[in-house]
């Protein structure tokens, strides 16, 4: 199948050919998570032609391991963060406008255990004379979710609150644990494709502005205080830049990089982040205990946990622990147990075993350096730290420290506008209400099944497939059905819900590099618990042919996913395949 060279969508070579001839560069982005991915967006849209890298692949780390939810930050009211409440309601309603495709409303459930607990030590940590966490009763939750009304009835959409007595509670959720004798109900929402988000707003990107470019798997290396050095991580070639402003948008690796770019200048230490960890679970029981519902809970010792359907499966989670290092973070043992032992404690009856766990992810937050005592206290709101020229270092280097999913485009719109300001230009274009990728004409439900027949007609598909194809890409399916309708359909041998030529596009279209790029990011295979070691090698062997691998390329790829599979996602079970294996720059033998 032939490559399409339109603008927006160039190959590696490409894209690698036109940074060779980019000596100078206004603004460069390092950092491929999803505020790095938003402040390129902004600013490519105002006519800026920035140029993003990222060491890995697109929300490969902390923004690939977010708990699925699109919140309005309901717990930051105890912590008097009110303006962060109010931007994480306004930004979680526009992305359910912007990208419906993905976003969508989650009702959700607060089990409660008492009417008046927990009263005195809210007021302490409100006043931060006490930051230990402690259960909350139903009168204080009751007085947090009317705060909440307040600003979802001003700024947002959903439906506002409802508090639940006993017998009400016990009707809707006999599951519960004894201890439950209350229940509250709102609404957040939850997204069902993250990553795919992240990938969706590069290529607007893309097509928006022609000399916006994005290179995943490129590493800055290091910096002579006007030009820096940045790496292929695949074939090891090196290119050198002269920017004006250097966007730090690597998370937990912020003072890691302010290290590279201005090695004798001491740093102030920015980032203090936290490892959560999530786990996927199969358990039939407690997916029809839920009721299509999410469960937002506190465990024995106050740590507010969640759970929620998740594709056929249960998402439960998280962990909150410090950590130093944040490469190749996983999800051990011990937090494995901790996890389930939270799910025991809320659903006592439903029995769930280290067995059941089909997946597991973990990232690391990436919040401000804090003295907090209780990791749940450090602030998720975001700042932008700026590090100014000075006689070694010829650039401006602006950070962008802590923020969290639901806001990304506020957090990128205020990171580009000071970039603006350092180059001496102005904001032509909001990002309020544009859509993205495909949620643009995305089909209200009374429009959807005229959308369906009409596509249906129009590539000779299923109405069945059509639909598979708007969940899976929203709008964007359209020139994958094209493709589909031209070339064939043909299921893959090992997964019939997928076809060669749909990841084909997939392969061509969305810049992926390794084979694990399209099993965790592109699809939701991995996440959702459908990989098997049979269907890794066909898509494997897919992805050799289209990248032009030889045999020896193919194995090691598989090594390497198969490695990180286990060791990162609890995998253990599809390919005996040892870590030390791993090769970090395989594919380019």
């Not at 491929?32 to 402040?39: A, E, L, R």
């Not at 893959?492 to 030529?501: E, K, P």
Request: overall charge neutral; aromatic content about 8%; charged content about 20%.
């Amino acid at each position: 199948m032939q490559k399409t060279g339109r603008a927006g969508l160039r190959t590696r070579q490409e894209r690698l050919a036109a940074l060779r001839q980019r000596n100078l560069t206004p603004v460069l982005i390092v950092g491929g998570g999803i505020n790095g991915i938003s402040t390129f967006r902004e600013l490519a849209l105002q006519g800026i032609p920035a140029i993003i890298v990222e060491q890995g692949d697109w929300c490969q780390a902390a923004s690939g391991a977010l708990s699925r939810m699109i919140h309005g930050g309901l717990r930051y009211l105890e912590s008097g963060e009110f303006s962060l409440v109010k931007e994480s309601v306004q930004e979680r309603d526009r992305l359910l406008n912007n990208a419906p495709h993905y976003v969508a409303p989650l009702r959700t459930t607060v089990p409660i255990d008492s009417w008046n607990g927990g009263l005195i030590n809210a007021t302490k940590r409100f006043f931060r004379l006490n930051e230990k966490p402690t259960r909350r009763g139903a009168l204080l939750i009751k007085t947090g979710l009317s705060l909440y009304d307040l600003y979802t009835r001003r700024y947002g959409k959903l439906p506002h609150h409802q508090l639940n007595n006993q017998p009400q509670t016990r009707a809707r959720w006999p599951d519960f644990a004894d201890w439950v004798k209350f229940s509250a109900t709102y609404y957040d929402a939850w997204i069902s494709a993250p990553e795919r988000l992240g990938v969706e707003l590069i290529d607007d990107t893309e097509r928006a502005n022609s000399e916006a470019l994005a290179l995943n798997y490129v590493s800055l290396i290091e910096s002579d205080g006007e030009r820096v050095t940045l790496r292929d991580n695949l074939t090891e070639s090196t290119y050198t830049l002269t920017p004006h402003v250097i966007v730090n948008a690597t998370g937990a690796w912020i003072d890691r990089l302010n290290t590279h770019l201005a090695p004798a200048s001491p740093s102030k230490k920015l980032i203090s982040g936290t490892k959560g960890s999530h786990l996927i679970v199969r358990s039939p029981p407690l997916l029809a205990a839920l009721r299509g519902e999410m469960v937002y809970y506190e465990n024995q010792e106050g740590r507010v946990c969640i759970l929620f359907p998740w594709f056929g499966h249960v998402l439960v989670g998280s962990t909150d622990i410090r950590i130093d290092n944040p490469d190749d973070t996983a999800c051990d043992a011990e937090e494995q147990r901790y996890i389930l032992d939270s799910l025991k404690f809320v659903f006592p009856h439903i029995a769930i075993s280290e067995q059941d766990v089909l997946y597991t992810f973990s990232g690391v937050r990436p919040l401000p350096a804090s003295e907090a005592a209780v990791n749940g206290r450090i602030s998720r709101n975001h700042s932008l730290v700026l590090i100014p020229p000075n006689d070694k270092q010829a650039y401006t280097t602006l950070c962008l420290v802590g923020g969290k999913w639901t806001t990304f485009r506020k957090f990128g719109e205020q990171a580009a506008n000071r970039v603006l300001n350092l180059l001496g230009e102005k904001r032509r274009v909001s990002t309020e209400t544009l859509a993205i990728g495909g949620g643009r004409n995305f089909p209200s439900p009374d429009r959807r099944a005229g959308w369906l027949h009409e596509c249906s007609e129009k590539y000779h598909l299923t109405t069945e497939r059509v639909e598979q194809l708007l969940l899976r890409y929203g709008t964007r399916a359209q020139p994958i059905m094209r493709l589909l309708a031209e070339a064939g359909d043909t299921p893959l041998r090992h997964h019939a819900g997928y076809s060669d030529n749909e990841l084909r596009w997939l392969i061509q279209q969305e810049q992926v590099v390794m084979l694990e790029d399209l099993l965790i990011r592109r699809t939701n295979l991995a996440i959702s618990g459908q990989l098997t070691a049979p269907l890794i090698e066909e898509i494997g062997a897919l992805l050799a042919k289209e990248q032009g691998w030889h045999d020896a390329q193919y194995q090691q790829q598989l090594k390497r996913t198969f490695s990180r599979l286990a060791s990162l996602h609890g995998l253990t079970g599809l390919y005996p395949v040892s870590s030390s294996q791993e090769d970090p720059h395989v594919g380019n033998a």
